[in-house]
């Protein structure tokens, strides 16, 4: 079993930077991807950017050149930075983890940002 813990959430003006941290524990093998994803208020869950298990990075193309994914190997934790935060970034944000198979989710955390 793999648990996802999200961290780093919160609210700031548009043109802000956030960064959020997924930590991951339990049974986790030593290839996996990672993700984030985000869900706006009546809208579907949507991927923002993924890292796969040869670390190659893959953006939305609302975020690109404004987010970056990394990941921290030795600590099994995974980041999105956020910069230029726009008012339609906002959402609850989530972090996801795929390994033999399954799929694991993290609780979400939210960011708004005002205009």
């Known amino acids: 079993q793999v648990q996802l813990v999200e961290s780093g959430g919160g609210s700031v003006q548009a043109g802000g930077s956030l960064r959020l941290s997924c930590a991951a524990s339990?049974?986790?093998?030593?290839?996996?991807?990672v993700g984030w994803y985000r869900q706006a208020p009546g809208k579907q869950r949507e991927s923002v950017a993924t890292i796969s298990s040869s670390d190659n990075t893959n953006y939305a193309d609302s975020v690109k050149g404004r987010f970056t994914i990394s990941r921290d190997y030795a600590k099994n934790t995974v980041y999105l930075q956020m910069n230029s935060l726009k008012p339609e970034d906002t959402a609850v944000y989530y972090c996801?983890?795929?390994?033999?198979?399954?799929?694991?989710w993290g609780q979400g955390t939210q960011v708004t940002v005002s205009a």
């Open positions: 339990g049974s986790i093998s030593t290839f996996y991807a």
């Open positions: 996801n983890l795929r390994q033999r198979g399954f799929s694991y």
